[in-house]
């Protein structure tokens, strides 16, 4: 019998002490080359083996697998006995999240992803709120996005065709606000979620990116939900090939921009308050000559620097 994912899922958890995520077991199992055996991966190996383990807790009733825990989504084999109880756990999975790297390590990934990707093709700023003006406790809170992006039309239409745009009065330029999270599951999502929807109302499109997605698919359901009901995408970032990150859900575009809380963050932030400034000059010129976020050039020299700063092995 061919070599498949639930048997992939099997020696990984037999060689385990612990209960292990759906993105442990793919990495575990990866580096044993049990990735080897399987007669095809796919585009979305970790995706599919989620898969084939609900599938398998949901209709077979003689599994293997049992789910120990739902945040985050732990999996290990009926019987066997494992060292670590859940509180250890989730502490562990905390530690390995936060304690090696931040979030604004993240934002040269995602600024190369939307920087090169063809939906976006935007150029961005990261946002810091510590430069913002003090203001009475959580008046601020969840006023500032995490990047914004722009848009610029200059490759796409000649100079003739921009000039039309103008004396038509058409808006060839679009915003984005961001949202970087290193993780995202059940136990996350609505706060993270709403977070992004706060402070992306400014832009013509926010979406809510991470680096660790949980493939739970009652994530995936709520997350689909939340998407058709407030406009907000999303976005996985994949740290290993930047250019292979994905929009899992695509936002809904706005056709007019939120004045009010665009004067408010130029009035905050002098970050974007330069942001603004860049993009009206490189507008006036007709070029983009200002400066914005680094972003990686290739792969090579974006691996090289994810592992010194630890977010991939």
């Not at 695509?250 to 974007?272: C, G, H, P, Q, Y």
Request: charged fraction near 30%; aromatic fraction near 10%; include cysteine.
């Amino acid at each position: 019998m061919a070599f498949g994912f639930i048997d992939f899922a099997k020696e990984v958890l037999e060689a385990s002490n612990r209960p292990l995520s759906v993105e442990e077991m793919w990495a575990a199992g990866c580096k044993r080359g049990l990735d080897g055996k399987l007669g095809s991966s796919g585009k979305t190996p970790v995706r599919t083996l989620s898969a084939r383990i609900y599938v398998d807790l949901k209709n077979n009733q003689e599994s293997i697998f049992t789910q120990i825990s739902k945040r985050p989504a732990k999996f290990y084999l009926k019987g066997k006995d494992f060292t670590s109880d859940l509180e250890e756990i989730q502490e562990t999975d905390s530690s390995r999240e936060t304690g090696r790297f931040h979030e604004r390590d993240l934002h040269i990934l995602l600024s190369s992803f939307v920087c090169a990707d063809e939906h976006f093709k935007c150029m961005t700023k990261t946002i810091y709120h510590e430069v913002s003006k003090r203001e009475k406790s959580g008046k601020n809170r969840w006023l500032h996005p995490d990047i914004v992006g722009v848009h610029f039309p200059f490759d796409s239409y000649t100079d003739n065709t921009l000039k039309l745009f103008d004396v038509l009065k058409v808006n060839p330029y679009k915003l984005y606000s961001f949202e970087m999270k290193i993780s995202l599951s059940l136990s996350n999502l609505r706060e993270c979620y709403f977070q992004a929807v706060s402070n992306s109302s400014w832009a013509h499109e926010g979406y809510l990116a991470a680096l660790h997605i949980s493939e739970e698919p009652e994530l995936m359901d709520e997350l689909r939900r939340l998407n058709n009901a407030f406009g907000i995408g999303v976005i996985r970032v994949d740290a290993e090939h930047f250019m292979q990150s994905e929009i899992l859900f695509s936002a809904k575009e706005k056709d007019s921009l939120d004045w009010d809380t665009i004067n408010r963050l130029v009035d905050d932030n002098r970050n974007f308050k330069s942001f603004l400034n860049d993009l009206m000059e490189d507008i006036k010129v007709g070029k983009i000559k200002s400066r914005y976020d680094r972003v990686y050039e290739d792969e090579e020299t974006a691996s090289r620097e994810l592992r010194e700063k630890g977010i991939i092995e």
